[in-house]
């Protein structure tokens, strides 16, 4: 079955999004606001939000008065979507083979609008012409995807302490396969879209900077929050805590806490990020 392995991941990992919704809203909010300058969502537009996650799209679409549609292949983002925006119709399915104008029947979509949640398509061609036929001619697609994972401390800072002692470590997935990554290559981006018919193809770069700061505090609680649900975080705990014990496990955290601390800037724990925002025209 099409994306089988990225429908377990989530399946796993979705809880820790719904729980860390606040953070992860107030740390890629730069982000949401690129995508929705970029797509421009207006009244009376039907808008689709791919990988739709908790919401924040879906939110930001209903405010400005569109038709809001999400899709999700985690049935736990999906309940927290409708939770948090009940006017919007939200489905559990995988975009890349699911026949989304019979699954959620309506006129064309206007928008097509994701924020990291296309990079998980196990064949990113095909998903990209499902979702094309499921647009208007003219329809608008804006989608943000991350760059070389070198560029992106988001995936390292803190959780490398875990991942150092795992036997074995984690594996690095190759270029392009499914995974946060699957799209730092600009070059196979604009491929892939130009192959599944999409046109006026723009991939830019974008950096901006993560604060976990937001609240108030020096943000590393909210970090170590986002580590420990992330799939390092669950694969470490599942092979260490039962090693180490409890108290050897708690002084473990207290490393990657300290290792946080080394990076705070101006007191509060802030790195770059770099994405490309990817625009495109049916």
Do not use: K
Request: charged residues 25%; negative net charge.
């Amino acid at each position: 079955m099409a994306n089988e392995t990225m429908r377990q991941n989530w399946a796993e990992g979705a809880q820790a999004w719904v729980e860390n919704q606040a953070t992860f809203d107030a740390v890629f909010a730069p982000v949401t606001a690129a995508i929705l300058e970029a797509a421009a969502i207006a009244a009376g537009q039907r808008v689709l939000d791919v990988g739709c996650g908790t919401g924040t799209l879906l939110a930001a679409g209903a405010a400005a008065g569109a038709d809001v549609v999400g899709v999700d292949i985690a049935e736990a983002m999906a309940a927290a979507a409708r939770r948090r925006v009940p006017e919007a119709t939200v489905i559990v399915a995988d975009a890349q083979t699911t026949d989304l104008r019979t699954a959620v029947p309506g006129a064309p979509f206007d928008r097509v609008v994701s924020r990291f949640g296309v990079m998980f398509f196990e064949d990113p061609e095909a998903a990209f012409a499902n979702l094309r036929r499921a647009a208007a001619p003219g329809a608008r697609l804006a989608f943000a995807c991350w760059r070389d994972l070198d560029e992106n401390p988001m995936f390292s800072l803190g959780s490398a302490v875990l991942a150092d002692r795992l036997d074995p470590q984690p594996e690095a997935p190759a270029p392009g396969e499914p995974g946060p990554a699957a799209f730092a290559d600009r070059d196979r981006v604009r491929s892939l879209l130009e192959g599944a018919g999409w046109g006026r193809i723009r991939v830019e770069p974008f950096d901006f900077t993560c604060d976990y700061g937001f609240n108030g505090t020096d943000g590393v609680e909210e970090r170590m929050a986002t580590i420990s649900g992330g799939g390092v975080g669950r694969l470490a705990r599942e092979q260490l805590l039962p090693r180490l014990g409890e108290d050897g496990w708690a002084s473990l955290l207290d490393d990657v806490r300290a290792e946080l601390r080394r990076h705070l800037v101006d007191g509060v724990l802030r790195f770059p990020a770099a994405i490309w925002l990817v625009e495109a025209v049916n």
